[in-house]
């Protein structure tokens, strides 16, 4: 502008709103924001249905940047995520009842597939309301209610049994074989309402992402190659992907965390009856835990004075004021 239109730099900077001394001294970019954009970029090739916030929750214990800084470099380097558009439903909406501790309510519904010559497959995913992991998934040609349970022990070996399982009204989970493992493990049935998949909101909510991140970016040839992917996806999800439910760190972090919790609390808790507990020294010894003091004899009125008789009852009268 300077030179095609014969303007001052005063005159310039002023039509254009820039300061005469952000002019004369652009900012350079620096190291720091070099890295962090290359970071940025090989994620986001990585990982295409990653937006700016979950890379940012992942580059963040190594680079420290904050997600303004990341969506800053994000927008900078010509990134978009497409979204895509979901069809909306008329049905209402029903909160759900958060969990309150790990292994209290799983939750778990199938998905389905398709191999690359059309055949289709089966994908059972199962979730820990409170943690977010994903417990299980596992996929098949079909499967019963008897496979289902098999599974479900299977995972059960590494992390117990959960209290409850909520689960829609498919014939997999009403079939009297599912029916009777849960009432032999103590297990509370969840069955949501039929056609209201909002309340089963979490497994859904997995759904999405294991078909954004998964399904929809891979072609499976063999049901042998989409085990394999599926098991490489859950392990990333698990222990990679941070969750924004989960304090923006991974699921099995969080749960490793609380866990640690819950043991130091139950620790703590040890000390306090420990404590209440303590045993103190008595006549006959020590070792024997304090209990209530004894009760004092009733008080003898013809009890002997200390010269061995028997108190009268002048001795008892009242003296008479002076007078």
Same mark, same amino acid.
């Given at each position: 502008?300077?030179?095609?239109?014969? %303007?001052?730099?005063?005159?310039? /900077?002023?039509?254009?709103?820039?300061?005469?001394?952000?002019?004369?001294?652009?900012?350079?970019?620096?190291?720091?924001?070099?890295? =962090?954009?290359?970071?940025?970029?090989?994620?986001?090739?990585?990982?295409?249905?990653?937006?700016?916030?979950?890379?940012?929750?992942?580059?963040?214990?190594?680079?420290? *940047?904050?997600?303004?800084?990341?969506?800053?470099?994000?927008?900078?380097?010509? =990134? @978009?995520?497409?979204?895509?558009?979901?069809?909306?439903?008329?049905?209402?909406?029903?909160?759900?009842?958060?969990?309150?501790?790990?292994?209290?309510?799983?939750?778990?519904?199938?998905?389905?597939?398709?191999?690359?010559?059309?055949?289709?497959?089966? /994908?059972?995913?199962?979730?820990?309301?409170?943690?977010?992991?994903?417990?299980?998934? *596992?996929?098949?040609?079909?499967?019963?209610?008897?496979?289902?349970?098999?599974?479900?022990?299977?995972?059960?070996?590494?992390?117990?049994?959960?209290?409850?399982?909520?689960?829609?009204?498919?014939?997999?989970?009403?079939?009297?074989?599912?029916?009777?493992?849960?009432? @032999?493990?103590?297990? @509370?049935?969840?069955?949501?309402?039929?056609?209201?998949?909002? @309340?089963?909101?979490?497994?859904?909510?997995?759904?999405?992402?294991?078909?954004?991140?998964? %399904?929809?970016?891979?072609?499976?040839?063999? %049901?042998?190659?989409?085990?394999?992917?599926?098991?490489?996806?859950?392990?990333?999800?698990?222990?990679?992907?941070?969750?924004?439910? /989960?304090?923006?760190?991974?699921?099995?972090?969080?749960?490793?965390?609380?866990?640690?919790?819950?043991?130091?609390?139950?620790?703590?808790?040890?000390?306090?009856?420990?404590?209440?507990?303590?045993? %103190?020294?008595?006549?006959?010894?020590?070792?024997?835990?304090?209990?209530?003091?004894?009760?004092?004899?009733? =008080?003898?009125?013809?009890?002997?004075?200390?010269?061995?008789?028997?108190?009268? *009852? *002048?001795?008892?009268?009242?003296?008479?004021?002076?007078?």
């Amino acid at each position: 502008m300077i030179e095609h239109c014969q %303007l001052s730099e005063r005159r310039a /900077c002023t039509l254009v709103g820039l300061s005469r001394d952000a002019y004369r001294n652009p900012a350079a970019s620096s190291a720091s924001n070099t890295a =962090l954009a290359a970071a940025i970029k090989e994620v986001a090739l990585q990982r295409r249905r990653w937006g700016y916030r979950l890379i940012g929750d992942f580059l963040r214990p190594k680079h420290g *940047a904050n997600h303004k800084r990341v969506w800053r470099l994000y927008k900078e380097l010509g =990134l @978009q995520v497409r979204k895509r558009r979901k069809k909306k439903s008329g049905n209402c909406r029903v909160p759900l009842v958060a969990a309150r501790y790990l292994n209290q309510t799983w939750s778990m519904d199938f998905t389905s597939d398709a191999l690359d010559n059309g055949r289709r497959i089966k /994908c059972l995913v199962v979730a820990d309301d409170y943690s977010h992991e994903c417990v299980q998934i *596992a996929t098949d040609f079909g499967m019963g209610a008897q496979y289902v349970t098999r599974l479900l022990d299977d995972a059960a070996r590494f992390r117990g049994y959960p209290q409850a399982i909520r689960t829609d009204n498919g014939p997999e989970f009403t079939a009297r074989a599912f029916l009777a493992w849960t009432q @032999q493990h103590d297990i @509370q049935h969840i069955l949501i309402q039929p056609g209201r998949p909002m @309340q089963n909101g979490y497994i859904e909510s997995l759904n999405d992402t294991l078909r954004d991140e998964c %399904l929809n970016e891979n072609v499976f040839e063999t %049901l042998r190659q989409a085990r394999e992917l599926l098991s490489r996806w859950r392990d990333d999800y698990n222990q990679i992907r941070p969750h924004s439910s /989960c304090q923006r760190m991974p699921p099995a972090l969080f749960a490793a965390k609380m866990r640690q919790q819950e043991a130091s609390s139950a620790n703590s808790n040890n000390a306090e009856q420990a404590v209440g507990t303590t045993r %103190l020294p008595t006549a006959q010894g020590c070792g024997q835990a304090a209990g209530p003091l004894p009760e004092l004899p009733p =008080l003898q009125t013809d009890a002997l004075c200390v010269d061995g008789h028997t108190p009268t *009852a *002048a001795a008892h009268t009242p003296l008479a004021p002076p007078t």
